[in-house]
């Protein structure tokens, strides 16, 4: 459904993504995790048609990005990390505007801006001035504003920040419901690890690279047992003295060390019994995505 | 066509309920214009002579106000997701300009109101021609401010704009002192200002002085003007571009 193809942007000298290739099967609900400044925004202006590349291809639902902008809009639904509503309408004249824009228009219209309000739960805030509603009801009238034409695809950005975890819950699940009922392909950008854990395939994007991809299960399963985190006054010694007696590669984020190994509470005994005093805390925990991207790149998500 | 019309028609509709439930908008508007001409009439006891002139700034603030939330909107509103939609890029500059046009014509059609203490006794014809008058110029003016906001990254750079060119724009449009009277290079500035033929188009048809070049000159080159903006923004508005639209 989504196919990316050596794609390249460059912003004069800076380069934002370089050759970035990946698939996106029909129904599949696909993550671009990575930091904020990884590629992940310019891939999204690229994929929702706001620019061109500078190099490279993408193919939504069969249509060139450049050549066909056009028909990928007919196909394509747009959730954006700002507001795209006007705030001074209410929530039915944004759909209504939306769904002239479109095209659409009269019954047709009206059927599936209520089909689309119901969808999300919204109908009882129809006549109420987007301004007066919460960060969550905003964007779940984002969403039903992108739905309105019947994409086949969703393109969502950062459609998860700035609400709380209740809300971020509620927007996954009515994308969850969306995928099964409608088969609807979803593409997320996001740096926020609990919600690219619910994502079918994940691609790790880091200063415009494609650093890993996978399901979260394999992304996680590429790191052998459990990562230990210490933290301490002295980080890079600690990691030098560490590499020096276990014959570990241990990474160092800030004032922590990171050590993945097997049976990792034998290790945490003998390294507070090796260096005392050296370890201010010790964490144990199972591999996280961010894990992955920290042993990829060296570098945190958030 | 459904399509072609459809995306204009909720975007125009759209700028006039956003007005219409922000009705502070027009006091602002017309106000400070009015302000101006009568301090400058009362004062130089020829309320006649400013009056087009303060006209012209009334539609001209009404038309800068509408265009600059072109540049917010583009950033975080719902431009966002016309830039993202199938409906032509003309159909919604035809929208968005005839949207703002129109709000600019309502406030010019306000200080047409006031035309009787400028000493106007014209006819319901002439009025009817005013009227008319004032909408060209205010999508002329509209369609400036378009072309302007369009590329701008942020409002400050459009107030600079507006206090280095469309301000002094209009000093030497005959809103101040006529061409007539105008020296050198100035005067022949106001030849080539197009703002001169909107003044006199405007003095002409409500019967005041400094009513020269003929209301068919000034209205010809008023019209002229507002189509080649509109073909301007429709290209602009087109562009690929490898920079983000928004």
């Not at chain 1, 202006?45 to 590349?53: A, D, E, K």
């Not at chain 1, 199972?286 to 894990?291: A, C, I, Y």
């Not at chain 2, 110029?137 to 206090?163: C, E, P, Q």
């Not at chain 2, 087109?238 to 983000?244: A, D």
């Amino acid at each position: 459904m989504i196919q990316v193809q050596n794609l390249t942007h460059r912003y004069g000298e800076r380069v934002a993504l370089s050759n970035v290739s990946f698939e996106v099967k029909k129904g599949e609900i696909f993550g671009l995790l990575g930091p904020n400044g990884g590629g992940k925004s310019t891939l999204f202006r690229i994929l929702s048609t706001m620019m061109v590349p500078t190099q490279g291809k993408a193919i939504l639902a069969g249509h060139d990005v450049v050549r066909d902008a056009a028909a990928v809009r007919r196909h394509v639904g747009v959730v954006f990390q700002t507001q795209s509503l006007d705030k001074a309408l209410t929530v039915e004249e944004n759909l209504r505007a939306q769904g002239h824009l479109h095209g659409l228009s009269g019954a047709v219209l009206r059927e599936r801006m209520e089909a689309a309000m119901k969808r999300l739960g919204i109908l009882d805030r129809r006549k109420d001035l987007v301004d007066t509603l919460s960060g969550g009801l905003k964007r779940r009238v984002e969403i039903a504003k992108a739905l309105l034409h019947r994409p086949q695809v969703l393109l969502m950005d950062e459609a998860s920040t700035g609400l709380d975890p209740a809300a971020r819950r509620d927007v996954s699940r009515h994308v969850e419901t969306l995928r099964q009922s409608e088969g609807v392909t979803i593409l997320l950008t996001t740096h926020i690890l609990e919600e690219a854990d619910r994502c079918d395939r994940l691609v790790l994007l880091h200063q415009g690279n494609i650093v890993a991809q996978g399901t979260p299960n394999e992304l996680r399963s590429s790191i052998g047992g459990d990562v230990v985190v210490l933290a301490s006054e002295d980080p890079a010694a600690l990691a030098a003295k560490i590499e020096e007696r276990f014959h570990l590669k241990p990474a160092v984020l800030d004032d922590e060390v990171r050590v993945e190994i097997q049976n990792g509470h034998r290790f945490i005994a003998e390294v507070v019994e090796a260096f005392p005093g050296a370890v201010n805390s010790v964490g144990l925990h199972k591999p996280t995505l961010e894990d992955v991207f920290v042993r990829q790149t060296g570098a945190s998500i958030e | 066509m459904n399509s072609f019309i459809l995306p204009a028609a909720t975007l125009w509709q759209r700028e006039l309920v956003r007005f219409w439930r922000q009705k502070s908008r027009v006091l602002g508007v017309v106000a400070s214009p009015l302000v101006f001409w009568l301090l400058m009439g009362y004062g130089s006891n020829d309320l006649a002579r400013f009056y087009a002139g303060a006209l012209v700034l009334t539609v001209m603030f009404s038309a800068i106000f509408s265009t600059i939330s072109i540049i917010e909107d583009r950033r975080e509103g719902f431009l966002l997701s016309m830039m993202v939609s199938p409906a032509p890029r003309t159909s919604m500059v035809l929208g968005k300009i005839l949207g703002a046009a129109t709000l600019a014509w309502i406030q010019g059609l306000i200080f047409l109101a006031f035309a009787p203490l400028a000493g106007v006794h014209v006819g319901l014809e002439q009025v009817l021609l005013a009227a008319g008058a004032i909408f060209l110029v205010s999508f002329t003016l509209t369609g400036l401010g378009f072309v302007i906001a369009w590329k701008m990254d942020s409002t400050s750079g459009f107030h600079a704009i507006m206090n280095l060119l469309l301000v002094p724009m209009w000093m030497v449009s005959g809103s101040l002192f006529p061409m007539a009277t105008a020296q050198g290079v100035i005067r022949a500035i106001m030849w080539v200002n197009p703002l001169t033929y909107s003044i006199s188009m405007l003095n002409g048809l409500l019967g005041l002085p400094n009513a020269s070049p003929g209301p068919l000159t000034s209205a010809a080159v008023t019209v002229g003007f507002g189509m080649v903006l509109l073909i301007i923004s429709g290209l602009i508005a087109s562009q690929k571009s490898t920079k983000s639209a928004a």
